[in-house]
């Protein structure tokens, strides 16, 4: 499978769906090691005159040291015939599986980050902020805290605002 890179202004993106119903696959890392994990919470937007997507990961993911340790990450999007690819990638760690061997991912470097040659899009991203969610943070009472956070399993997470510097769509 091969990539085209397109301008961001050829990019045809719906969030909503793309986001937060048909799911990523963010990754971080190098070529010789990385990781990648489901998300489905982020934004893309224009901040500080860049074109940028927002990931959110908790620090107890596998994913969060190397999100950290790297400059880059990538966001992927799949067709819906991915769906248990990422439903995988999303319930089990990196720390306890190859993730690549148990689901057919096949790796794909693009500008020093990691897509995923069965991909349809991926977003090549620099990190450019990050700060920490916290509970006090939060200026309206409407269970929020109470629902997605509180606990070790679900502690709250680290927001990335990256620049995204490379689109590519499967050609």
Known sequence: ?????????????????????????????????????TASWGQVGVLWNKNVLTCYIRPNRYTYGFIEDSD????????????????????HSGRDCDKMAE??????ELEGGIGFEQAELVLVCRKLYSYDLEEK????????????????????HRAYIAEIMGVYVKE
């Open 137 to 156: 943070g939060f200026i309206t009472d409407d269970g929020i805290p109470e629902k997605f956070f509180g606990s070790d399993a679900n502690p709250y």
């Open 1 to 37: 499978m091969s990539f085209k890179k397109i301008e961001i202004s050829e990019l045809e993106f719906q969030p909503f769906g793309k986001i937060g119903k048909e799911w990523m696959l963010v990754t971080a890392g190098t070529p010789e090691k990385f990781n990648t994990m």
């Open 103 to 108: 689901t057919g991912l096949v790796p794909a």
């Open 72 to 91: 880059c990450f990538t966001a992927s999007f799949f067709g819906e015939e991915h769906r248990s690819v990422l439903s995988f990638c999303g319930a």
